[in-house]
């Protein structure tokens, strides 16, 4: 107290010369490490149960546990939505080739179906009166393609991804999405998700580039432009990012 009246009246404080011994609290410091390392396993499992959990909704029959599983995997991979860290961990998750969660190719697979045959069970592809489900189905796999590229590309990660799964991508993903731009007309939804997709794995890939220009991807991004330039500005816009790279590669 005497010391603070003397600093406050303006007379010198002698202070100790003695070195304040620092005090680390290693107990302390080892159970903040363990919490973390809980965390990430925490996240990790409940991220694997939530794939798990979405997949087994895939293969059910009924098509509107199949919307829901999508609709459950698009929440998951969205990081306004989810955690972020968890949110593109289901990313990497869903489209990487090796990942401690085999089940995640299902996922591939039920996506492959509905941009090539238009339905997910084999059993639907003819059947008129369930068209609508499909279809809803098949603009909700666009969508979550849409938001696991966005996430990837914002990440720097999706040139990894592309290459720890290159057939997949090269060899189903850019034919399905240009055929999906191609529709543009019919199905402008579809086209809008499909052409943000090109725009961002064509910006990761010169692989992916390449397999696009085979496919006429350029011819059809402009066509779908023109058309939704009056039918659909958000297409439009879409189509941009990949109209400059297609004509950039050419």
């Known amino acids: 107290c005497r010391a603070i009246l003397n600093a406050a009246e303006g007379e010198d404080v002698d202070v100790p010369s003695e070195n304040v011994p620092i005090h680390i609290n290693f107990d302390m410091t080892c159970a903040m490490a ?31 546990f199949n919307i829901m599983a999508f ?18 961990n289901a990313c990497k998750t869903i489209v990487a080739n090796d990942t401690k969660d085999t089940s995640a190719s299902e996922i591939r697979s039920a996506i492959a179906a509905l941009l090539r045959n238009g339905a997910l069970h084999e059993d639907d592809k003819c059947n008129a009166i369930i068209s609508d489900f499909n279809e ?53 939804h579809d086209a809008l998700y499909a052409s943000d997709c090109l725009s961002n794995l064509l910006r990761a890939s010169k692989d992916l580039l390449k397999r696009a220009d085979e496919e006429n991807a350029l011819s059809a991004l402009e066509e779908a432009k023109a058309f939704g330039s009056t039918h659909h500005k958000s297409l439009a816009n879409a189509t941009e990012k990949g109209i400059t790279m297609l004509e950039s590669y050419s």
């Open 34 to 64: 363990g919490d973390l390392i809980m965390k990430e396993e925490s996240e990790e499992v409940l991220l694997l149960e939530a794939i798990e959990s979405a997949v087994e909704l895939i293969l059910k029959e009924e098509l509107d």
């Open 136 to 188: 809803t189905l098949r603009n909700l796999s666009l969508c979550l393609l849409s938001k696991i590229f966005a996430n990837l590309l914002d990440n720097e990660c999706l040139e990894t991804a592309i290459q720890d799964n290159s057939e997949w991508f090269l060899d189903t993903l850019i034919p399905s999405l240009v055929d999906a731009v191609k529709n543009a007309k019919d199905r402008p």
């Open 71 to 88: 609709e459950s995997l698009i929440d998951l991979v969205d990081p306004l939505k989810t955690l972020p860290d968890v949110a593109l």
